[in-house]
C-alpha cells in the first residue's frame, strides 16, 4: 500500500512530524504550514500559509490525513479568550470552510490546542463542522503525566474519522480524560468539567519518571543559573523542583522571560534546605540585597536547558536548532510546541479501527 499523504498544518518546530515517526505512521508530509525556521532546519520543507491557497488547492493533493495544533492565544487563560474573533484564529476558520467545501475530505484528523479550546465558539464551530460533514469523532483532556513523564501539559485533543471508517472503541459524545486500549491509562471515566491534572494523577496507572531522567548531566548547568537580578526580584514565585522530583510545571513560550506560571526551575544543590534558606533570605528583601542574594545562590537555581525541555516534550535526540536561532527563541518555540509522545499514542488510536469500519 502506498503511504497515506499528510498535511500538517501550524506545524511549528514539527512535533506533529516526530509523533507520526514514532506512532509508526507509513506517510507521506505533502506540505507543512507555517513559519518557522527551525521546522525548516530540520525538515526542510517548502512551507505556505493557509488562508492564502483555495478549497481548489487543498482537493487537489487530497490528503488523507489532517494535523493541526492552531494559534492557542485567543483561548489561553492568561490571554483575552477572544475565541473566533481574535485575529489569530482566522486562518483555523479558513480550514473548517475549506473542509466544509472539499470533494476529497480527510479521512483523518488531529487537532491540539490549549486547555481552554473545549469552552470557545471555534470548538462549537469545529465540532460543528465535523457533524456536518459526516465525521465521527472523540474529545479528550490529556496530560503527560498520565504516561509517566514528569511534566504538566494538560491539553485539548480531538480525533475524528470520516465515515464509514470508526474508532477501536464507541466514541462518549462527551470530552474523555484517557485514551481507549492505552496501556498507561486508566480507563474508567473522569469528570472532565471539574478536572485538574492531579484528579489524572490519580487515575494514572504508569509510576511517573524522575526528572533526572530527562535532564543533561555534565557541569555546563553553568550557563543557565538564574541571574542575580532574577534571584532578588523574582525568586519568590519560582515553582522549584529537585532532579529527583517527578514533577515540572508546563512550560510556556515565555519561558525565561517571565518568572512566574511559565515553567520549572531547578534546585542543584540537592542537600539545601529550600524553605528554611527562602525564610532567611526574605527577612533581607528589600534591606540588604548582598545577604538576600547570598543566601539563595547556595540553592544553585537553574533553568532547565532547551534540550532538556524538549527531551520532556518527548523530542527525539536527533531534533537540533539551528545556531542562528537565539536561546529566547527555543524557549518560545518550544513553548508553543505538543507533547510527542502523548500526540503519538493518540495518532496510533487514531489508526484503529472499528469492528463496524
Known amino acids: 500500500m502506498a503511504p497515506l499523504k499528510q498535511l500538517e498544518f501550524y506545524s511549528g518546530i514539527g512535533g506533529m512530524h516526530y509523533a507520526a515517526t514514532l506512532a509508526d505512521w507509513d506517510v507521506q508530509i505533502m506540505k507543512a504550514f507555517d513559519i518557522n525556521t527551525i521546522y525548516k532546519h530540520n525538515f526542510n520543507p517548502k512551507i505556505n500559509l493557509i488562508e492564502t491557497l483555495s478549497t481548489e488547492y487543498y482537493d487537489n493533493i487530497a490528503a488523507d490525513i489532517w494535523t493541526m495544533s492552531p494559534p492557542c492565544q485567543p483561548y489561553t487563560r492568561i490571554g483575552l479568550q477572544q475565541g473566533s474573533v481574535d485575529a489569530r484564529a482566522k486562518s483555523f476558520l479558513h480550514l473548517l470552510k475549506v473542509l466544509g467545501e472539499m470533494k476529497n475530505k480527510p479521512k483523518y484528523i488531529l487537532v491540539e490546542n490549549v486547555k481552554g479550546f473545549e469552552e470557545s465558539d471555534s470548538r462549537e464551530l469545529l465540532v460543528d463542522k465535523l457533524t456536518h460533514n459526516d465525521y465521527t469523532f472523540q474529545e479528550f483532556l490529556l496530560t503527560p503525566l498520565q504516561l509517566g513523564i514528569p511534566n504538566s501539559r494538560m491539553r485539548y485533543y480531538l480525533l475524528a474519522k470520516l465515515k464509514p471508517l470508526s474508532f477501536a472503541k464507541p466514541v462518549t459524545g462527551t470530552i474523555i480524560s484517557y485514551i481507549p486500549l492505552s496501556e498507561h491509562m486508566s480507563q474508567e471515566f473522569v469528570d472532565t468539567r471539574n478536572m485538574d491534572e492531579e484528579a489524572l494523577v490519580n487515575e494514572t496507572i504508569t509510576p511517573i519518571d524522575p526528572l533526572s531522567k530527562y535532564l543533561e548531566h555534565g557541569d555546563n548547568y553553568q550557563d543557565y543559573l538564574v541571574p542575580d537580578k532574577v534571584l532578588a526580584k523574582n525568586s519568590h514565585v519560582f515553582d522549584i523542583v529537585k532532579p529527583d522530583g517527578h514533577r515540572s510545571c508546563c512550560f510556556t513560550k ?104
Open 254 to 357: 515565555g519561558y525565561y522571560h517571565y518568572a512566574q506560571g511559565t515553567g520549572s526551575v531547578i534546585q542543584m544543590n540537592t542537600e539545601a534546605n529550600t524553605a528554611e534558606i527562602f525564610e532567611k533570605a526574605m527577612t533581607y528583601k528589600g534591606v540588604d540585597e548582598e545577604k538576600q542574594l547570598e543566601l539563595l545562590r547556595k540553592l544553585k537555581l537553574r533553568y532547565f536547558s532547551p534540550r532538556e525541555v524538549a527531551n520532556l516534550m518527548g523530542f527525539p535526540q536527533e531534533f537540533t536548532f539551528p545556531n542562528t536561532s537565539t536561546i529566547k527563541q527555543r524557549y518560545r518555540t518550544l513553548g508553543n510546541s505538543i507533547s510527542v509522545k502523548l500526540v503519538s499514542e493518540l495518532m496510533r488510536y487514531l489508526m484503529k479501527e472499528g469492528n463496524s469500519g
